[in-house]
């Protein structure tokens, strides 16, 4: 009984240190129309709840639907050693998944299913555990170290590989796969990638000129109108809020530049790393994303974990995607989390009724479901 109630206590006593912990980690430098003045850079989850090891390098951070945070934690003596943690808004941290294969950049896609680049693969992880590579090296495709993503309302998205090639790809909702290693000039070490679905624009860092490139995004994935949007030193992962404006992670200055739509610097949020042997400050801001409970909380990832930002501001809502399930089986019952993968014979299309199966016929008398998907 002493020793049940000694767990508890110590449970409680990290959950109240976890949500009231109140040392700053950095500055904020934004204007009042992003950030209440004396709006602070707080820890989300700096070190293992269970050894009380302070965590090294961090990447990766997304959001699900409930606003809990995932993000990828590497192996400060192998970095293809990650673990994915789930810090739900309400309870303690926890593994949602290890891998040996590497974890960075993560996204939730739209039936719910995170998505994550890995060494040399895009794969889905699936609730029970399992996974699906999307994308694989091999057979023309050159990928040897998947950095980051964006997924459309589709399932279709855009992914970087920072290594060999070094190019940037689209994957259609179908999985084919579309190469561009640069259209005004050669991608060098692509970095983060930003999908803007509903204006049909592509954000991608690149480590090389220390430019962010804007571009337009035709119907078919392919890319034009490259131009520089901003300069920044080893730029990393980004993410857009609710007005248009960018949110990119300098690793080279351990910060996030904020700028608006036109590429007009708005201001800075310095990251100061929870891990003492890590102080940079290179390194101490790797990526960020918009979400949370309220979803007005910028979440920044870099050495010694994750850290977090109030905003007044919300994250971009991204465009809700409707697909069509035909199936022989008229008692189909559509669910937001609908694995179509698990549905033999099925085909999807989207809200236009164009096929997106691999199988471009379909056998007549299906029955047809929509699926609103996001």
Not at 15 to 39: H, I, M, N, R
Not at 277 to 301: E, H, R
Not at 345 to 357: E, K, M, N, P, Q
Request: charged share 20%; glycine share 10%; net charge neutral.
């Amino acid at each position: 009984m002493h020793v049940i109630a000694s767990k508890v206590l110590t449970t409680l006593a990290f959950l109240t240190a976890l949500s009231t912990s109140q040392t700053e980690y950095g500055k904020v430098e934004l204007p009042l129309t992003l950030a209440d003045a004396g709006s602070k850079v707080l820890g989300v989850l700096n070190k293992n709840p269970t050894t009380d090891v302070a965590f090294g390098y961090c990447e990766g951070p997304t959001t699900d639907s409930t606003g809990s945070l995932y993000f990828a934690q590497f192996d400060p003596s192998n970095d293809l050693k990650s673990t994915i943690w789930k810090v739900p808004t309400t309870g303690p941290a926890t593994v949602f998944y290890s891998s040996s294969e590497g974890s960075n950049g993560m996204e939730f896609d739209p039936q719910g299913r995170l998505v994550v680049c890995q060494n040399q693969a895009v794969r889905r992880i699936n609730s029970n555990g399992t996974t699906v590579t999307l994308a694989a090296n091999g057979n023309g495709i050159d990928l040897h170290r998947v950095n980051d993503l964006s997924i459309g309302s589709t399932g279709a998205m855009y992914f970087t590989n920072h290594a060999t090639g070094n190019e940037v790809f689209f994957m259609d909702a179908t999985g084919k796969i579309k190469t561009f290693n640069g259209v005004a000039k050669n991608f060098v070490t692509p970095n983060g990638v930003e999908w803007i679905e509903e204006k049909k624009l592509l954000y991608v860092t690149l480590d090389g000129p220390a430019e962010v490139y804007r571009y337009d995004v035709n119907d078919d994935g392919t890319l034009k109108n490259e131009r520089v949007f901003a300069s920044v030193k080893e730029p990393d992962g980004l993410t857009v809020d609710e007005r248009g404006n960018v949110y990119i992670a300098s690793y080279n200055d351990g910060a996030v530049l904020v700028f608006d739509s036109t590429g007009n610097k708005l201001g800075t949020i310095t990251i100061k790393s929870a891990n003492p042997s890590l102080q940079g400050p290179s390194g101490n801001a790797s990526n960020c994303t918009i979400g949370g409970p309220d979803k007005k909380t910028l979440y920044i990832t870099g050495n010694g974990g994750t850290y977090k930002v109030q905003l007044r501001v919300g994250g971009r809502k991204r465009p809700e995607g409707v697909v069509s399930i035909f199936h022989r089986d008229a008692h189909l019952a559509p669910s937001r989390h609908l694995d179509l993968t698990a549905l033999k014979g099925a085909s999807v299309c989207d809200a236009a009724g164009r096929d997106l199966s691999r199988d471009k016929l379909l056998p007549m008398g299906f029955y047809k479901k929509e699926v609103k998907t996001r």
